[in-house]
T-cell receptor, first 118, second 113 residues
Framework: AQTVTQSQPEMSVQEAETVTLSCTYD???????LFWYKQPPSRQMILVIR????KQQNATENRFSVNFQKAAKSFSLKISDSQLGDAAMYFC???????????????WGAGTKLIIKP | KAGVTQTPRYLIKTRGQQVTLSCSPI?????VSWYQQTPGQGLQFLFE???????NKGNFPGRFSGRQFSNSRSEMNVSTLELGDSALYLC????????????FGSGTRLTVV
């Protein structure tokens, strides 16, 4: 069974600085997808960035980028130029390749609370 | 474009009662998934529906059930509520195909007293 681990329950960063959130996962599969979701106090889970395992190039979305290390099973999220609106819980999630009927689910890490200091 | 709509936003029920939660996916999204979020257990997968068929179910007792209608709207039902069922229930919809992420609703906060 796949597992996702986020070892940092809470992180804080000064506004405009850069912060990196860690995520490791365990799987025996070769094809899968990884996601970072943000959950602000409004409760809605918002997709930040996604990565296909078969792609070696790290995904980037504006100020958000990932460092995907497939061999190390590591998927960290880097937030550049942190803004007050980035404060939220951040969850790392794993999904198997959709070729198998049993794989239509996300497996989640425990989350990291990100605090932005003004 | 309307997002994923979950109703109601808040719900308070008594132990032993049953409850039905509703989820309307983004137009064109035919896959709907449900997740339970609690402080102790985190996010756990309940079930996923596509074209009115349950394709996958998480490790929850039979008191938890769901269905999907022809318009892709989905409902989940919890019977004989227990205190431990108090949680945020999140619904997500997705286009079918590899690589797509899920779009989530704002959830239903269920409190069992």
């Amino acid at each position: 069974a796949q597992t996702v681990t986020q070892s940092q329950p809470e992180m804080s960063v000064q506004e405009a600085e850069t912060v990196t959130l860690s995520c490791t996962y365990d799987t025996s599969e070769s094809d899968y997808y990884l996601f970072w979701y943000k959950q602000p106090p409004s409760r809605q889970m918002i997709l930040v960035i996604r990565q296909e395992a078969y792609k070696q190039q790290n995904a980037t979305e504006n100020r958000f980028s990932v460092n995907f290390q497939k061999a190390a099973k590591s998927f960290s999220l880097k937030i550049s130029d942190s803004q007050l609106g980035d404060a939220a819980m951040y969850f790392c999630a794993y999904r198997s390749d959709l070729s198998m009927d049993s794989n239509y689910q996300l497996i989640w890490g425990a989350g990291t609370k990100l605090i932005i200091k003004p | 474009k309307a997002g994923v709509t979950q109703t109601p936003r808040y719900l308070i029920k008594t132990r032993g009662q049953q409850v039905t939660l509703s989820c309307s996916p983004i137009s064109g999204h035919r896959s709907v998934s449900w997740y339970q979020q609690t402080p102790g257990q985190g996010l756990q997968f309940l079930f996923e529906y596509f074209s009115e068929t349950q394709r996958n179910k998480g490790n929850f007792p039979g008191r938890f059930s769901g269905r999907q209608f022809s318009n892709s709207r989905s409902e989940m039902n919890v019977s004989t509520l227990e205190l431990g069922d108090s949680a945020l229930y999140l619904c997500a919809s997705s286009l079918v195909g590899q690589g797509y992420g899920y779009t989530f609703g704002s959830g239903t906060r269920l409190t069992v007293v």
